[in-house]
């Protein structure tokens, strides 16, 4: 039986090794954190999904939360004008809904579902040291430890990574007695041109139902404010001011808000940064990185999890379809190349989003206030972003795009 070590019980690394379990490999995964530490801890993440990721779970009969959690049935876009007015607006259907499982929910849930499916759960912070260890014992040891330090292992590739600075200042506020958004449910996004992004959506958290606010403050801007904040009170109190002063619609969905638990609040920052994938370990053996270890991404367009969850399924195929073989260099590189033909377009359009817009994106999102089939398109995009090649980035096929949707919609 080939064995497998995996470093890091995120979405990543969690995903393929109930995956690899399915297919009885041995598989030891190495967390940094307990199920019970993951559950009672602070939240991550705001980790929507898309249908595509979604379906990886379900594919492998680990959507435990899927009934239980609500359903988003779509995205909106809002560039907030004077007086409540919208200066820009446009909201569509996905074609499937997409759903967020809080990630100390699902974590834990996944942890402890590896260890009753046999599969050896090992706790501890490891070094690159471990991972030296690791490899010495199994067949492939990939690291999937998320933002982790250990994950400098692995070289920055610096003509993937046009940013060495975090291009935004995030912020996450779970909170429950949210009104509902009408007259659907859905990922209600707000621009304020030199301020950053709000976005909110329904989500599953330890405490049942809730709504995720995930803030992007440009850095230095107004919306960059969390540094004297320190209860979650206050963080709350904050959250409230910020859409009350610049998205005023959102914070009259926010009345009567409350924190979900004390841990339900988050503040950070973090350069959108894509890793060489393979390193060189001191006793001559390879690792390979996977997810956020690789490529992250600024959460602007809710992509981490869902790229982390494609990413365990072309990994799991890749491991599957190698049988006996070794798995060498020329194998890792590939399995990444792999990857990174989806990846690519991932980063390109988040990059995209994180620099004041190129004029034929400016033109899109217009364009698509007034023509629903390009608001469904970019809604739409979401769920699979090589979708928005090459017309998010060359302004001679936006134009293309514009004409064709624009005649559609008539
Ligand atoms: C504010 C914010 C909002 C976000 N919103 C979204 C969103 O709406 N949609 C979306 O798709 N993505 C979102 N993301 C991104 C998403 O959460 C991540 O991209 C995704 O979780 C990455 O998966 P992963 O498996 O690579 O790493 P992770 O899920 O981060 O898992 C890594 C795991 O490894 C563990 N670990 C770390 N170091 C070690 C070590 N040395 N030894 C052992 N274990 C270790 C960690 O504790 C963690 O459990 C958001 C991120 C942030 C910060």
Redesign the pocket.
């Known amino acids: 039986m080939r064995k497998i070590a995996i470093?890091?019980?995120?979405?990543?690394?969690?995903q393929l090794a109930l995956g690899l379990l399915k297919n009885n490999y041995e598989v030891t995964i190495?967390?940094?954190?307990t199920a019970q530490q993951?559950f009672n801890g602070r939240v991550?993440?705001?980790?929507?999904?898309f249908h595509d990721?979604l379906q990886n779970e379900r594919d492998l009969g680990i959507n435990f939360w899927e009934r239980e959690c609500p359903l988003t049935e779509g995205l909106a876009f809002t560039i907030p004008g004077q007086d409540k007015i919208k200066a820009l607006f446009w909201e569509a259907k996905l074609d499937h809904h997409g759903q967020?499982v809080d990630?100390r929910v699902k974590?834990a849930g996944w942890m402890n579902e590896f260890a009753k499916r046999g599969g050896d759960l090992v706790i501890?912070?490891?070094?690159p040291a471990d991972v030296d260890e690791y490899s010495k014992t199994h067949d492939l040891v990939i690291v999937?430890?998320?933002?982790?330090?250990?994950n400098r292992m692995f070289e920055r590739d610096a003509e993937k990574s046009p940013y060495d600075k975090p291009m935004r200042a995030?912020?996450?506020t779970y909170v429950k007695k949210m009104e509902p958004r009408a007259p659907f449910t859905a990922v209600s996004f707000n621009l304020v041109p030199g301020v950053g992004e709000y976005f909110v959506f329904p989500a599953l958290t330890t405490t049942g139902a809730c709504e995720?606010m995930?803030f992007e403050g440009v850095p230095g801007g107004p919306m960059d404010c969390w540094n004297e904040v320190k209860t979650p009170q206050e963080h709350l109190t904050k959250s409230k001011w910020i859409l009350e002063n610049f998205i005023p619609l959102e914070a009259e969905r926010c009345k009567n808000v409350e924190v979900t638990d004390d841990n339900g609040t988050?503040v950070?920052r973090?350069a959108p940064t894509v890793r060489k994938p393979v390193s060189k370990l001191s006793g001559g053996c390879l690792a390979l990185g996977?997810?956020?270890?690789v490529a992250?991404?600024d959460?602007i367009t809710?992509?981490?999890?869902?790229?982390?969850a494609k990413?365990?399924t072309i990994y799991l195929k890749r491991i599957l379809e190698h049988g006996d073989k070794p798995f060498d260099g020329p194998w890792m590189q590939e399995t990444f190349d792999t990857f990174w033909d989806y990846a690519q377009w991932v980063v390109s359009w988040t990059n995209s989003l994180l620099i004041p817009p190129a004029p034929q994106i400016l033109k899109l999102m217009g364009a698509a206030s007034q023509f629903p089939p390009l608001a469904s398109r970019i809604a739409n995009g979401f769920n699979n972003p090589p979708d928005y090649a090459p017309w998010w980035f060359d302004s001679g096929k936006a134009q293309e795009v514009i004409k064709g949707l624009a005649g559609a919609a008539v």
Not at 30 to 33: G, P
Not at 144 to 150: C, Y
Request: proline letters at 2%; hydrophobic letters at 45%.
């Open positions: 470093v890091g019980g995120g979405q990543a690394g969690l190495v967390s940094d954190r993951i991550t993440s705001s980790q929507f999904m990721s967020s990630q974590f501890k912070d490891a070094a999937a430890a998320g933002r982790g330090d250990v995030l912020a996450l995720i995930v988050l950070g973090f996977m997810g956020d270890v992250t991404n959460p809710g992509q981490g999890s869902n790229t982390a990413a365990a």
